[in-house]
C-alpha cells in the first residue's frame, strides 16, 4: 500500500490506516479475539496506522493494540492515541500533571515507553490556543515520554490555530464526501507547515457505505442511535452532522459515481485519499472483511469526473446546512 509522510512526525504511514473506536465495544460488541483478527488483517492488508484513544471502552481498545503489538514484535505500525475525554471538558484540566497521568495510562495499556504520537481528543476551543498546553506537550517530548504530538478538532477553525504551533506534527479533522469544508483552507495550511492530516469518519458514520435504508435501526448504545441529535458529542460526529435522510438521498447520487469493481464504501475512502494534503484515512471496522475491504480502497483509482461529482453533491445537498458549522 501506498505510504505517506505522516507530518513532522517523519514516520511512513499507510493512506488507508485503521480507526479502533469499535475495538472498545462502545458501539456494538468486538470480543478480544475479533479485535485481534481485525488488527491481523490490517496489517497483512499494508496498514500501517492504527488509531485509537484512551477513552475507547476506557482502554480497551488501547490494550487490544498492546496485545497485538506484544504478539508480534517487529512490526513497523505507528500507534495514534488521543488523551483528554477522560476527564471533565473544561480548560483547565489541560495541564502538564494531568498530561503525564493520561499518558502514563495510555503507555501502560498499549506497553510501550514512548508513544509515537498523542494527540489532544477535541478539547474545548479555547485549548488550541493556550501556549501553556503545547509547553506541557513540548516537555512530554523532551522527557520521552511522547515521540510527537498532534490534535484532533471537530471544526476549521480549530485545525488552523492548532497548525499555528510549531510543535504540532498532525492534526485530526472529519473530512468525507459529505464534509468537505476542511479542503478549503485546512488542507493548504497543513501542508504549508508539514501538518500530517488524518482523515477521519470517513464514511460519515456508515451512511457512505451504502448498506443503510430508513429502514435500518441502531442500537441503544449506538452513537448512530443516541447521538443523533448531538446529546451526548458533537452532532457532527455522527452522519456528519448531516440529516439521516438527507444523506440516504445524497447517498443514492454517489452510487451513481463509484467506479466498476469497487464498493461505495471504497469509492469514499478513495476520494479522500486522492485528496492533496491529506496524509492518511482511518476508517474502523467491525470484522475482518470490513478492515481488508476498508485497505482495498487504496487501490481504487478516483478520475476528475468523480471528484466534480462529489463536490456537485455536496454543493446540492450540504453546504448550506454544514459548510457553516464545521
Not at 492548532?162 to 469544508?181: D, E, P, Y
Not at 429502514?215 to 452532532?235: L, M, P, S, W
Not at 485519499?273 to 470490513?290: F, L
Request: overall charge negative; some cysteine.
Amino acid at each position: 500500500m501506498e505510504q505517506r509522510i505522516l507530518g513532522k512526525t517523519g514516520r511512513n504511514v499507510s493512506i488507508v490506516g485503521l480507526g479502533t473506536w469499535q475495538l472498545g465495544a462502545d458501539w456494538g460488541n468486538v470480543d478480544p479475539a475479533q479485535a485481534q483478527a481485525i488488527l491481523a488483517a490490517s496489517v497483512e492488508a499494508g496498514v500501517t496506522l492504527f488509531d485509537t484513544a484512551d477513552v475507547y471502552g476506557d482502554g480497551k481498545s488501547e490494550q487490544a493494540i498492546g496485545k497485538f503489538l506484544a504478539d508480534n514484535p517487529g512490526l513497523d505500525i505507528t500507534v495514534a492515541t488521543k488523551m483528554g475525554r477522560r476527564m471533565d471538558q473544561v480548560p483547565g484540566n489541560y495541564t502538564l500533571a494531568n498530561f503525564r497521568q493520561w499518558v502514563d495510562r495510555s503507555r501502560k495499556n498499549l506497553g510501550t515507553d514512548t508513544l509515537d504520537l498523542v494527540q489532544l481528543h477535541c478539547p474545548p476551543t479555547p485549548v488550541y490556543s493556550n501556549a501553556e498546553v503545547y509547553d506541557a506537550l513540548d516537555t512530554l517530548v523532551s522527557e520521552g515520554a511522547i515521540r510527537n504530538y498532534g490534535v484532533s478538532v471537530e471544526r476549521a477553525d480549530e485545525a488552523l490555530e492548532a497548525i499555528r504551533h510549531g510543535g504540532t506534527a498532525s492534526v485530526q479533522i472529519i473530512l468525507n464526501a459529505f464534509r468537505l469544508k476542511p479542503l478549503d483552507e485546512v488542507l493548504p495550511a497543513a501542508k504549508a507547515a508539514n501538518v500530517g492530516i488524518i482523515a477521519r469518519v470517513p464514511l460519515a458514520s456508515g451512511l457512505l457505505s451504502g448498506k443503510y435504508s430508513k429502514e435500518t435501526t441502531f442500537a441503544d448504545n449506538d452513537h448512530r442511535n443516541y447521538n443523533r441529535n448531538g446529546d451526548k458529542f458533537d452532532v457532527g460526529e455522527t452522519f456528519s452532522g448531516v440529516d439521516y435522510e438527507l444523506g440516504l438521498k445524497a447517498v443514492a447520487e454517489f452510487e451513481q459515481l463509484v467506479p466498476a469493481g469497487a464498493s461505495t464504501a471504497q469509492a469514499a475512502i478513495a476520494w479522500i485519499a486522492a485528496q492533496d494534503g491529506v496524509t492518511t484515512v482511518i476508517p474502523g471496522a467491525r470484522n475482518v472483511e470490513q478492515a481488508t475491504a476498508n485497505a482495498a480502497a487504496a487501490s481504487v483509482a478516483v478520475t476528475d469526473e468523480f471528484d466534480a461529482g462529489v463536490r456537485w453533491i455536496y454543493d446540492h445537498y450540504f453546504r448550506e446546512a454544514i459548510h457553516p458549522r464545521w
